[in-house]
């Protein structure tokens, strides 16, 4: 069946602009998560959504950082006044519960590049 | 001090060899454990997960000491298809999936 799908692909933007990333699960999977992963170093944790609600925001860097997921289906991550610093890959990953036995499944990644 | 702390390697091995890395983990709640293999530019996907009595997988075994807080992984008769960055990870808090920096290993012919 059809895994975890991200777009865009690759995003570049500039310093200030606004920029959404869109992460589709796998369908009734009902735990999703965002992390941001820099080169050389492990995926970042931002986010978590158990349904519709964000279970566990505690990884979000600053209020630019914001993310929804209106329907328990599609998340967007949204970024405000993005800086250089955003620059990273941003991975999505969803599980059938969220619980321990239930393995993270990642899309590809979007790769944001701020210049 | 990081939730979850790796050796980053790289760890540079021949073929045929066996080797380890170790993973400590902060928070003494943590619930559940596991390896996840990342290659170059691709995503992460689970290579397996870490019980309390140690599990194996083929050539692979993980281990988990909770008095210790510590995670390790062998992995035997290595492959050059094993040449990837594996990342330990830890569920805490509820739901909260913590990951690693990673440990980079390269297998040589």
């Known amino acids: 069946g059809a895994g975890v799908s991200q777009t865009p692909s690759n995003k570049v933007t500039e310093k200030g602009k606004y920029v959404e990333l869109r992460c589709d699960p796998i369908?009734?999977?009902?735990?999703l998560y965002w992390y941001r992963q820099s080169l050389g170093q492990g995926p970042e944790f931002l986010i978590y959504f158990q349904g519709t609600g964000a279970a566990d925001d505690s990884g979000l860097p600053n209020d630019r950082f914001f993310a929804v997921r209106p329907e328990g289906s599609v998340s967007t991550l949204k970024i405000q006044r993005t800086e250089r610093g955003d620059s990273a890959v941003y991975l999505c990953?969803?599980?059938?519960?969220?619980?321990?036995?239930?393995?993270?499944?990642f899309g590809n990644g979007t790769r944001l590049t701020v210049t | 001090r990081k939730e979850v702390e790796q050796d980053p390697g790289p760890f540079n091995v021949p073929e045929g060899a066996t080797v380890a890395f170790n993973c400590t983990y902060s928070?003494?709640?943590?619930?559940?454990f596991f390896w996840y293999r990342q290659d170059c530019r691709k995503e992460p996907k689970l290579l397996m997960s870490?019980?309390?009595s140690g599990n194996e997988d083929g050539r692979f075994t993980a281990q988990l000491n909770r008095a210790s807080q510590y995670i390790s992984l062998l992995i035997r008769d290595s492959k050059l298809s094993d040449s990837a960055t594996y990342l330990c990870?830890?569920?805490?808090?509820?739901?909260?999936?913590?990951f690693g920096a990673g440990t980079r290993l390269f297998v040589k012919a």
């Open positions: 369908s009734g999977h009902t735990a």
């Open positions: 870490v019980y309390s």
């Open positions: 928070n003494s709640a943590s619930q559940s």
């Open positions: 990870v830890v569920l805490t808090g509820g739901f909260k999936t913590i």
């Open positions: 990953a969803s599980s059938e519960t969220g619980a321990g036995n239930s393995p993270l499944h």
